[in-house]
């Protein structure tokens, strides 16, 4: 199947505001993750979670809720690095969504018990709509080809960028915006700590003393185009994106298949619609939640991916460095994936100490040059949706 060229790159969390924010960030080891002050935190386990940075506002319209301005930054932002103002009208747009305008729906609910007074009209909660960002960037630059809002829990962006990749491939379309925008809001904060998964102090992926994750927010967005457009506009190709896989647990409503079958069937679908074998894989930007059930899971699907390269081929998690940022981590996660491809360098695993007795992967705790020329991101989600896509360093 034809590749998909990445021409452009916008994105926004709690490391930066650029591409080249967040990865100065992710090699020098930083990590944002620090105490929540969007809303409070009265009655909640833990108070650690990761704010994404203040950003321009300048031409996004006032009033948007925070998962839509971030989104519409993050677009604009890609768009300026493809060296472009606008999309063509056919372009496609393509979505991974959450929570929606959940955070300003919660705060009007809670200024309503406060005062007693009436909640604003209905109009201003359009944003509450999941659907509501891709809906409102198609509007925003007249685009009248496909799209497409996902909503498949934390593997979401991942899912939206292999929708995309697929519309190329089959030619429905020729230019597409895809990504994801999430934020923090009191029901996901809140969940997570009644579930007992996040820490009292930060993350750390696929460490033996690892105690939980944190809740981020942030959005990324990739211009995706196909090569025959890409070369006619003499566009700068970042990476090609070359394969995606899907698949599906069956197993808990949130906990992984203890053994990774599901995550191991999507890394090698992903491998497989790029025509290539677990050989060709240089690098793996995992989902590394920093749980105790998903990092086993995860390691194992892909320590049997790997076999005898499983302590060469570098594998990192970035979410000690920027939480989990649910259904926008996929999409961040890939950014940093095609960073990696763009500068040859991994990341180390913000986080980890030591790591965990029986996992044979080989994370890196610095920086590493390496020559990569195949990464893959994988996302693990709640109900077992699995998704991967692989990308390849651009010549």
């Not at 509501?132 to 925003?140: Q, S």
């Not at 080989?362 to 893959?376: C, D, G, K, S």
Request: proline share 6%; with cysteine.
């Amino acid at each position: 199947m034809r590749a998909a060229a990445v021409t452009g790159l916008g994105l926004v969390c709690g490391l930066g505001a650029t591409p080249e924010d967040l990865w100065r960030a992710l090699c020098d080891g930083r990590s944002a993750v620090g105490d929540l002050t969007r809303f409070p935190a009265e009655g909640l386990r833990s108070r650690r979670v990761v704010e994404a940075v203040s950003f321009p506002r300048a031409g996004i319209p006032p009033g948007l809720s925070q998962v839509d301005a971030m989104a519409f930054y993050a677009v604009g932002e890609a768009l300026r690095s493809a060296g472009l103002e606008r999309p063509p009208a056919g372009a496609g747009v393509s979505v991974g969504t959450g929570v929606g305008g959940l955070p300003e729906s919660e705060a009007a609910f809670f200024e309503h018990l406060d005062t007693g007074r009436l909640t604003p009209h209905v109009r201003d909660f359009l944003s509450h709509l999941p659907a509501m960002a891709a809906d409102r960037i198609a509007a925003r630059y007249g685009l009248e080809g496909p799209r497409a809002s996902v909503v498949n829990a934390c593997s979401s962006s991942t899912v939206s960028l292999g929708q995309a990749w697929l519309w190329i491939a089959s030619g429905e379309a020729d230019f597409v915006l895809a990504g994801a925008s999430d934020a923090l809001t009191r029901l996901t904060v809140g969940g997570f700590n009644t579930l007992r998964v996040v820490t009292l102090d930060r993350p750390r992926p696929f460490d033996g003393g690892r105690s939980g994750m944190v809740v981020g927010e942030g959005a990324a967005f990739f211009v995706l185009e196909s090569e025959a457009r890409a070369e006619a506009r003499g566009a700068k190709v970042l990476a090609w994106l070359e394969g995606y896989g899907l698949s599906s647990d069956a197993h808990h409503a949130t906990q992984p298949h203890p053994e990774g079958a599901g995550a191991l069937a999507c890394l090698r679908q992903c491998l497989a619609t790029a025509g290539l074998g677990p050989e060709a894989l240089d690098h793996v930007n995992a989902h590394g939640t920093a749980t105790p059930a998903n990092d086993r899971a995860e390691a194992k699907a892909l320590g049997e991916l790997l076999g005898g390269r499983a302590p060469e081929v570098p594998v990192t998690s970035i979410k000690g460095a920027i939480g989990h940022c649910l259904c926008a981590a996929g999409a961040l996660e890939a950014a940093a994936v095609v960073l990696a491809l763009v500068h040859q360098e991994v990341p180390p695993c913000a986080g980890l100490d030591d790591l965990e007795l029986g996992v044979e992967l080989h994370v890196p705790r610095r920086t590493e040059r390496r020559t990569l020329r195949h990464a893959l991101s994988l996302n693990l989600a709640f109900g077992g949706n699995n998704a991967a896509v692989l990308f390849r360093r651009a010549p």
